[in-house]
């Protein structure tokens, strides 16, 4: 298996009003993103080309949408990318632009 083009830890994954996993992972390999429970069991995932992901109109800015098989998740990464070493999930913007350079949209 191919080294991930994206992945975030310690990433609160949620569904409306509904926390799914506090502690998730976001994955970004061979074209697809995964959505994982903290365990590693997958939440949902999809082809890269058929997500949309997006900042919220209002809210911090560490949140993201990742619209996936017709569910809007809504993810809660960083506010900002940790230092080197440091733990840490890597800010909303970053994932947003993996997502759409994965998919071949520029970033």
């Known amino acids: 298996m ?3 083009e994206f992945r975030a830890t310690g990433v609160r994954i949620g569904k409306r009003l509904r926390s799914l996993t506090r502690a998730g992972q976001v994955r970004i390999s061979d074209g697809r993103l995964e959505l994982l429970t903290s365990y590693g069991s997958e939440i949902d995932s999809a082809p890269v080309q058929a997500v949309r992901a997006s900042k919220p109109w209002f809210g911090p800015d560490d949140r993201a949408t ?3 098989n017709g569910k809007r998740y809504l993810l809660t990464l960083g506010d900002h990318d940790p230092a080197p070493g440091e733990p840490g999930p890597p800010a ?3 994932f947003i632009e993996a997502v759409r350079r994965a998919a071949g949209r520029g970033g």
Request: glycine share 0%; charged share 45%; no cysteine.
């Open 2 to 4: 191919a080294e991930p």
């Open 66 to 68: 990742a619209d996936l």
């Open 92 to 94: 909303a913007r970053r």
